[in-house]
């Protein structure tokens, strides 16, 4: 069974602060995603990072995909409260069964 | 226009009584998966097809059944509801390869009386 371990599980902070969210396995993935998730509403891809140490840039959103591709970190930078939300990493595998897991989510509150 | 449509969006039944959830796509995805939501948790993965090919996880009850009687649509079938069941399910699809972005339903919210 393939599991990825989010931290923090809850994450409540000020407008304009930084944080830092990880999404950590003993699995290596071949590649690993993050979803952004509204109540009521289902997951909205972020950004997909395929190879080993790869830096994705979204705005104020950094995103690092580990050197073994086990393990990936999101960082946002002055935090607005339009980025709370529960964020979910994935791990997809194409090991001959396409399948996508999802992290344990990080549940992030931004307040103004 | 939405690309994977979930119906109904909300579902009430009765303990024990069989119900089905559906979902349908338009993107000609080779993969379609069913995700359990309870409040405040992750989607938990329940089973997923590559094509035809039908991958149950291990953790699965046997309550849940699924079908794909092709490559549009998707049923996921509970056969005796209980009140641990009430939850958001979600039906995602993707292309081949892990690389590919999941496009999810708006989820079917599934109330158990």
């Known amino acids: 069974t393939q599991l990825l371990e989010q931290s923090p599980q809850f994450l409540s902070i000020q407008e304009g602060e930084n944080l830092t969210v990880y999404c950590n396995s003993s699995?290596?993935?071949?590649?690993l995603q993050w979803y952004r998730q509204e109540p009521g509403e289902g997951p909205v891809l972020l950004v997909t990072?395929?190879?080993?140490?790869e830096v994705k840039k979204l705005k104020r959103l950094t995103f690092q995909f580990g050197d073994a591709r086990k393990d990936s970190s999101l960082h946002i930078t002055a935090a607005q409260p339009g980025d709370t939300g529960l964020y979910l990493c994935?791990?997809?595998?194409?090991?001959?069964?396409?399948?996508?897991?999802f992290g344990t989510g990080t549940r992030l509150t931004i307040i103004p | 226009d939405a690309m994977v449509i979930q119906n109904p969006r909300y579902q009430v039944t009765q303990f024990g009584k069989p119900v089905t959830l559906s979902c349908s796509q338009t993107?000609?995805?080779?993969?379609m998966y069913w995700y359990q939501q309870k409040s405040s948790q992750a989607p938990k993965l329940l089973f997923h097809?590559?094509?035809?090919?039908?991958?149950n996880e291990a953790d699965t009850p046997d309550n849940f059944q699924s079908r794909r009687p092709n490559t549009s649509f998707c049923f996921l079938d509970i056969r005796s509801p209980g009140l641990g069941d009430a939850a958001m399910y979600l039906c995602?699809?993707?292309?081949?390869?892990?690389?590919?972005?999941?496009?999810f339903g708006q989820g079917t919210r599934l109330t158990v009386v």
């Open positions: 995602a699809t993707s292309g081949q390869g892990a690389d590919t972005e999941a496009f």
């Open positions: 699995s290596v993935f071949s590649s």
């Open positions: 990072v395929v190879t080993g140490g």
């Open positions: 994935a791990g997809a595998s194409d090991f001959g069964n396409e399948k996508l897991t």
């Open positions: 993107l000609n995805h080779n993969v």
């Open positions: 097809y590559y094509d035809k090919d039908f991958n």
